[in-house]
């Protein structure tokens, strides 16, 4: 699933996010098989667009791409739903789930969850839910590593469009 906008980050767009979840899908898969990250045998990932923040938009606007691991209609719980709130609360207070709850739970609204297992890093907020919340917090730091990755790639495969549009860039 995915949300096309108009605007929002250059280089981290639903490509770059499909891709990065492709590349870290075998660590997923294996993990989930043995149960070694968790007993649910499921997962649901959320990725928001680096380039929209609350300041700008709303969370379902800026929620990027969204991908489920496992049979849905086999869940015991609402996995999508977790994962959703797991990335608003990072997306929302610009750091990481965990620390929010443990450090920081005086920032949590009333409407938000206080559940960890969503990363903030570099501005790339990733929600995941299905595994224990360390694990959660794992795979959403490999999942946003990788989509840093590529957006960086991307970038520097095209250096020109770094520069300010419109602007003079002769010295």
């Not at 906008?5 to 990065?20: E, K, M, N, P, Y």
């Not at 730091?141 to 990788?146: E, F, K």
């Amino acid at each position: 699933m995915n949300n096309p906008r108009a605007s929002g980050s250059a280089f981290a767009d639903v490509s770059a996010a499909t891709l990065a979840v492709d590349l870290i899908m075998p660590m997923i898969e294996a993990g989930l098989a043995d149960k070694k990250i968790g007993d649910s045998g499921f997962l649901y990932i959320v990725i928001m667009d680096p380039g929209l923040g609350p300041d700008t938009c709303s969370f379902e606007d800026a929620v990027l791409y969204e991908h489920a691991v496992g049979d849905r209609s086999a869940w015991d719980a609402d996995y999508a739903l977790y994962a959703r709130e797991k990335a608003r609360v990072c997306w929302t207070h610009r750091r990481n789930g965990h620390e929010v709850r443990v450090c920081s739970p005086h920032l949590l609204r009333a409407q938000e969850t206080g559940v960890w297992g969503g990363i903030w890093l570099d501005g790339i907020s990733v929600g995941v839910s299905g595994a224990n919340p360390w694990f959660d917090e794992a795979i959403g730091l490999s999942v946003a590593a990788a989509f840093r990755a590529i957006a960086k790639q991307r970038a520097l495969a095209h250096p020109e469009s770094l520069w300010v549009l419109g602007g003079d860039h002769s010295e």
